[in-house]
């Protein structure tokens, strides 16, 4: 992606969330895959949007990519280490204890009145567990549903493989462990902890484990019914659409919302119907609807207060 979120989204650095959003929307509207196949220019332009997006658009990740502790990808920025990050390491017999540069001196003492000292004679030497190290990844909508392999780049250069589980959501954290910070004397690695951000789709809505989806028909499909074409996570169906149908009714499809935590089962498809206007109304069509209001005129908010 861009090393400037803020230019990848067409936005100032001191814009509002408001105004990054609509960036993003209309960005998303213009260069999505779906809407543009084959086209690459406006997929990485989608692309680099879409992780812009996700890293700007919670305040806490924006402030620290602004305060410079993660990179444009969302990944921790190599940060000087001190000792107190491995004082604060779980399995430290003094996690949790005051680590301020000013109290190094009794911590140190501490050590070696309860170890006897660093090595030497009858001296041990302290061993403790690396402290882990934080990571926000940003994955696709369909990648969270069907579960993917995505790199990583560590501080130190490394790239290690995350695998995504299906249906993960955002905020959950992935655990590699032994990917993260060494160990101080001959302690093990720390973990790798890597929160997971999903990016939000054009089409699909995730509702739990069900998808759910806005779909427009047209004013004779609304009145006559029929089959129409709808996109699902797994690719295009047909559905039929009722005779008489109003805006705000909605399908069900079985089977085609995201797998089920534990289990082979999927949730469902919610296709959610809304009349959509011509772009002009023609004089056929205006004397036409003049003629049959006449006498066959009906009152849709009937009963609702005036």
């Given at each position: 992606?861009?090393?400037?979120?803020?230019?990848?989204?067409?936005?100032?650095?001191?814009?509002?969330?408001?105004?990054?959003?609509?960036?993003?929307?209309?960005?998303?509207?213009?260069?999505?895959?779906?809407?543009?196949?084959?086209?690459?220019?406006?997929?990485?332009?989608?692309?680099?949007?879409?992780?812009?997006?996700?890293?700007?658009?919670?305040?806490?990740?924006?402030?620290?990519?602004?305060?410079?502790?993660?990179?444009?990808?969302?990944?921790?920025?190599?940060?000087?280490?001190?000792?107190?990050?491995?004082?604060?390491?779980?399995?430290?017999?003094?996690?949790?204890?005051?680590?301020?540069?000013?109290?190094?001196?009794?911590?140190?003492?501490?050590?070696?009145?309860?170890?006897?000292?660093?090595?030497?004679?009858?001296?041990?030497?302290?061993?403790?567990?690396?402290?882990?190290?934080?990571?926000?990844?940003?994955?696709?909508?369909?990648?969270?549903?069907?579960?993917?392999?995505?790199?990583?780049?560590?501080?130190?250069?490394?790239?290690?493989?995350?695998?995504?589980?299906?249906?993960i959501t955002s905020g959950q954290t992935i655990r590699?462990?032994?990917?993260?910070?060494?160990g101080y004397g001959e302690g093990p690695r720390g973990?790798?902890?890597?929160?997971?951000?999903?990016?939000?789709?054009?089409?699909?809505?995730?509702?739990?484990?069900?998808?759910?989806?806005?779909?427009?028909?047209?004013?004779?499909?609304?009145?006559?019914?029929?089959?129409?074409?709808?996109?699902?996570?797994?690719?295009?169906?047909?559905?039929?659409?009722?005779?008489?149908?109003?805006?705000?009714?909605?399908?069900?499809?079985?089977?085609?919302?995201?797998?089920?935590?534990?289990?082979?089962?999927?949730?469902?498809?919610?296709?959610?119907?809304?009349?959509?206007?011509?772009?002009?109304?023609?004089?056929?069509?205006?004397?036409?609807?003049?003629?049959?209001?006449?006498?066959?005129?009906?009152?849709?908010?009937?009963?609702?207060?005036?």
């Amino acid at each position: 992606m861009s090393d400037d979120p803020y230019a990848a989204l067409g936005v100032a650095k001191d814009a509002s969330d408001a105004e990054i959003k609509k960036a993003y929307r209309r960005i998303a509207k213009e260069c999505h895959p779906d809407l543009k196949p084959g086209d690459a220019e406006a997929e990485a332009n989608f692309k680099a949007a879409a992780a812009a997006y996700d890293l700007l658009k919670d305040p806490e990740t924006r402030k620290r990519y602004d305060n410079g502790e993660i990179d444009a990808s969302g990944q921790e920025r190599p940060q000087q280490q001190y000792y107190r990050d491995y004082a604060e390491a779980a399995g430290n017999p003094y996690r949790g204890q005051a680590t301020d540069p000013d109290d190094m001196s009794d911590i140190f003492a501490e050590f070696m009145r309860g170890r006897g000292g660093f090595g030497g004679q009858g001296g041990r030497e302290f061993h403790a567990p690396g402290h882990n190290l934080n990571f926000t990844l940003q994955i696709s909508f369909l990648d969270a549903v069907f579960g993917a392999s995505q790199k990583l780049t560590l501080p130190d250069g490394d790239r290690i493989e995350v695998k995504i589980p299906a249906g993960i959501t955002s905020g959950q954290t992935i655990r590699l462990r032994g990917k993260g910070a060494a160990g101080y004397g001959e302690g093990p690695r720390g973990d790798a902890l890597v929160t997971v951000s999903v990016a939000d789709h054009p089409v699909f809505d995730r509702q739990g484990n069900d998808i759910h989806i806005t779909l427009p028909i047209t004013i004779d499909e609304a009145v006559l019914g029929g089959k129409v074409a709808a996109p699902t996570i797994d690719g295009g169906v047909n559905v039929t659409v009722p005779a008489g149908t109003s805006s705000g009714r909605t399908l069900r499809l079985r089977g085609k919302g995201v797998k089920k935590r534990g289990s082979a089962e999927r949730g469902d498809q919610l296709i959610e119907l809304t009349i959509s206007m011509p772009d002009q109304i023609d004089d056929e069509l205006r004397q036409f609807m003049d003629s049959w209001r006449e006498t066959h005129r009906y009152d849709p908010r009937k009963g609702m207060p005036s």
